[in-house]
């Protein structure tokens, strides 16, 4: 006669697979928290860097055309000049300040945080690290003319 194996009902083993299954579900918990975290953060980061925007602190856009920038001028907006000395002497805009770039940071008492600042320069890249540094200072009301100087003076608006 062939012995049969009897199954031996044994409370510890099911113990032991019940205990493993609860692990591997805190574990997916655990992981899914995380990853959930990551997804968080990296939605904030990206919010709280104005997600690419094209609007700044105060909702003056980052970077405005020339004739948008002519109408703040007349509005009283304080005109900030970045480039270099030579260039100013070249030509420059009526009634605006010249600090250039590599000088800005140091100088930022210079400029008013009750008015709203455009930023230009020759031709509009160095207006937009001029903007940034101000913004980056804290300034909320701050925007960067696109084509600069440039494209003013061919527009015909007035120069010095």
Known sequence: MAQQKKKVNNPSRKQGKQVRHSRQKQNYVL????IGLIILL???FVWLNGNGSETSVSGLPREIPVAEASELRESGAFML????Q???DEYHMPGATLIPLDQLASRLAEVPRDKDVVVVCRSG???ADGR????DAGYESVTSMAGGMSEWRADGYPVE
């Open 125 to 127: 890249n160095r207006s």
């Open 81 to 84: 000049d970045v480039r270099t």
């Open 31 to 34: 992981w899914g928290g995380i």
């Open 86 to 88: 030579e260039e100013w």
């Open 132 to 135: 940034d540094i101000l913004l």
């Open 42 to 44: 990296g939605a904030a």
